[in-house]
């Protein structure tokens, strides 16, 4: 069935590298993509939605030249956290939008999200 | 700009008891109203979602949920809860002509023997 397939599901890095998360919808096409950001026992934060093939668009107060986001195809999204600081540590997941299922049938499904330590 | 808001931020209760999850939401134009849990370490699945039509869902689990329109409300609530339904709860909404999804704060539900 479709899924959201989410890699590294934790990743651990020292200040200062990069860090690459992939997200692959399985068995679907996902025009759209979504990645949030979820700190301890809060909710989750939009960061940015992504379009196959377009820029992707960045919420306020997200720098988008430390989040880079790239959907090159119908069923890969990367977010790519450059330079990373302590304060970069979270939880991240993203989220896929089915591309033939929309309105009131639309289907998002989500990752299982990446725990990202900066040391 | 929709908003939703989870009061309770736990919820502790015994096994086979009932439980009831608050969610009230604000908008200015029609929404679709989910519930979501969240296991530790894991993303989100959805439980049960509210587009149209009867204002009463049922969803996986043994969940369900009314949508009250005059009170802006989408509680969640389950009538006899497992050990296993220990997780963390999130309310979403979404305006109906857009993509974001907004979440509430969640609640942790606590299921214990």
Not at chain 1, 26 to 54: C, H, I, V
Request: aromatic content about 12%; hydrophobic content about 35%.
């Amino acid at each position: 069935g479709a899924v959201v397939s989410q890699h590294p599901s934790r990743v651990i890095c020292k200040s200062g590298t990069s860090v690459k998360i992939e997200c692959r919808s399985l068995d679907f096409q996902a025009t759209t993509m979504f990645w949030y950001r979820q700190f301890p026992k809060q909710s989750l934060m939009l960061m940015a939605t992504s379009n196959e093939g377009s820029k992707a668009t960045y919420e306020q107060g997200v720098e988008k030249d430390k989040f880079l986001i790239n959907h090159a195809s119908l069923t890969l999204s990367t977010l790519t956290v450059t330079s990373a600081h302590p304060e970069d540590s979270s939880f991240y997941i993203c989220s896929a939008r089915d591309r033939d299922r929309y309105g009131s049938n639309e289907k998002l499904l989500f990752g299982s999200g990446t725990q990202l330590s900066v040391l | 700009a929709q908003s939703v808001t989870q009061l309770d931020s736990q919820v502790p209760v015994f096994e086979e008891a009932p439980v009831e999850l608050r969610c009230n939401y604000s908008s200015s134009v029609s929404v679709y109203l989910f519930w979501y849990v969240q296991y530790p370490n894991q993303g989100l699945q959805l439980l049960l979602k509210y587009l149209s039509g009867s204002t009463l869902v049922k969803g996986i689990n043994g969940f369900e949920a009314e949508f009250n329109k005059s009170q802006t409300s989408f509680h969640l609530r389950k009538p006899s809860v497992h050990i296993s339904d220990t997780a963390e709860y999130f309310c979403a909404v979404k305006n109906t002509g857009f993509q974001k999804l907004v979440f509430g704060t969640g609640t942790r539900l606590l299921v214990s023997p």
